[in-house]
């Protein structure tokens, strides 16, 4: 492993969580909107994380012992719409009310996506502090071979 590829990694989980983070800000802040451009309620989204963008511990322990290996990381597959439906509210007087009366709501719970949203912060804050940790272990090192 080389000498900057645990920033590399950090790096890579600070830009997919903070697409998570986006991503639910998008969530939250449609949570009410009953029409968007195609007529339909908005759809959730989700952010799709793929594997390890390495070979794992297996390859790491391979190139320690003389072998070569790229650093890991996350990377973002895709950001996909949830497909479940969101629930009828009883409004006769919204304009996108059918003719019963109700109104197709998004499919957006606004407390798990606070949770979501917790999440994604705590795990950004700890690629944070792990991209510091890496900073002071560089400082000490070039500390000690002065």
Do not use: C, W
């Not at 600070?14 to 029409?35: F, I, P």
């Not at 594997?51 to 950001?79: D, N, P, R, Y």
């Not at 709501?105 to 991209?131: C, F, G, K, Q």
Request: overall charge negative; charged content about 20%.
């Amino acid at each position: 492993m080389g000498m900057f590829d645990s920033l590399n990694v950090s790096a890579t989980g600070l830009t997919a969580e903070r697409l998570r983070m986006d991503v639910t800000a998008e969530n939250l802040a449609n949570a009410q909107t009953t029409r968007g451009a195609d007529g339909q309620p908005y759809k959730r989204k989700e952010v799709v994380l793929g594997q390890a963008a390495s070979g794992g511990f297996g390859s790491q322990l391979a190139a320690a012992m003389g072998g070569t290996s790229s650093a890991g990381g996350v990377e973002v597959k895709a950001i996909a719409e949830d497909s479940a439906p969101g629930k009828l509210v009883y409004d006769p007087g919204h304009p996108d009310a059918n003719a019963d009366g109700y109104v197709q709501m998004p499919n957006v719970d606004t407390v798990s996506e606070m949770v979501d949203l917790i999440s994604s912060s705590r795990a950004y804050e700890a690629n944070v502090t792990a991209m510091q940790s890496a900073k002071q272990m560089f400082s000490k090192t070039l500390d000690i071979l002065r």
